[in-house]
C-alpha cells in the first residue's frame, strides 16, 4: 500500500525557515516526481515546486523559487521541502504529493500525504 | 497563469441526492483537468484525471465530463462519506492551478 508519511506541525517567527519531510513507501521511489502544494485557511490550493525524484531535476513556481528548495534522500525514500524567509502568509497546510505519471502526464497527484501545519507568528 | 473558478461555492443535500459540480477554466485546456476530494484531517484523494478518468478504487458514482473550458464532476448518489470539499485542477499550462473548492454538505 503506497503511504506519503509527513513530518508533524511546525511553528516559526518571521524571518526563520522551515523543512517538511515526507516519507514514502509501498512503491519505486526512484519512478515517480514528488510534488509540494500548499493550502492557507480559506485558499485554495497552491502548487508551490515538484522534484523528479529519478535525475533529481526540481520544478519551482516562479512565486516561491527564491525561498524554497526541494531535495530527496533517496536510500530514504523521503522528499523534503524547505521554506525560508518566512512570514505570516506562510501559515498554511503543506502536502507532499506523488505525481502520476511525469512522462506521460505531469502534474497529475495521485497520491498525498497527511499535511504538515506550518504557523508563522511572532 | 490559468485561473479555474468553480461552482457553487456550496452545495447542500440530502444523502442519495445526485451532486453536480462546475468548474470553468480561464483558457482553453483540453482535457487537462484532475478532481480530488479534501476533508480535514485526511489525506486529499485523486477522483478524476483527465477530466473523466476515475482513479484507481474511486466508486462508480462518481464522473467526470467535459473538454475545453467548462468541465463537470457528478456524484449519481451521495453517501454520507463524500461530503466534503472538492477541487479542480489543470495541468495543461505550467503552473498547474487549482479551483477554489465547492463545498459539498449535509442538509
Known amino acids: 500500500q503506497i503511504h506519503l508519511m509527513q513530518s508533524g506541525a511546525e511553528v516559526r517567527k518571521p524571518g526563520a525557515s522551515v523543512k517538511v519531510s515526507c516519507k514514502t513507501s509501498?512503491?519505486?521511489?526512484?519512478?515517480?516526481?514528488m510534488h509540494w502544494v500548499r493550502q492557507a485557511p480559506g485558499r485554495r490550493p497552491e502548487w508551490m515546486a515538484g522534484?523528479?525524484?529519478?535525475?533529481?531535476?526540481?520544478y519551482y513556481s516562479l512565486k516561491y523559487q527564491d525561498r524554497v528548495t526541494v531535495t530527496r534522500d533517496t536510500p530514504a525514500s523521503t522528499v523534503y521541502l524547505e521554506l525560508s524567509s518566512l512570514r505570516a502568509e506562510d501559515t498554511a497546510v503543506y502536502y507532499c504529493t506523488r505525481d502520476f505519471d511525469i512522462v506521460a502526464a505531469p502534474y497529475t497527484f495521485d497520491h498525498w500525504g497527511q499535511g504538515s501545519l506550518v504557523t508563522v507568528s511572532s | 497563469e490559468i485561473v479555474l473558478t468553480q461552482s457553487p461555492a456550496t452545495l447542500s443535500l440530502f444523502p442519495g441526492e445526485r451532486a453536480t459540480l462546475s468548474c470553468w477554466a480561464s483558457q482553453n485546456i483540453r482535457t487537462s483537468l484532475a478532481w480530488y476530494q479534501f476533508k480535514p484531517g485526511q489525506a486529499p484523494r485523486l477522483l478524476i484525471f483527465a477530466t473523466s478518468n476515475r482513479a484507481t478504487g474511486i466508486p462508480a458514482r462518481f464522473s467526470g465530463s467535459g473538454s475545453g473550458t467548462d468541465f463537470t464532476l457528478t456524484i449519481s448518489s451521495l453517501e454520507p462519506e463524500d461530503f466534503a470539499v472538492y477541487y479542480c485542477q489543470q495541468r495543461s499550462d505550467w503552473p498547474p492551478s487549482f479551483g477554489q473548492g465547492t463545498k459539498v454538505e449535509i442538509k
Open positions: 509501498g512503491y519505486s521511489f526512484s519512478n515517480y516526481a
Open positions: 522534484i523528479n525524484v529519478g535525475n533529481g531535476n526540481t
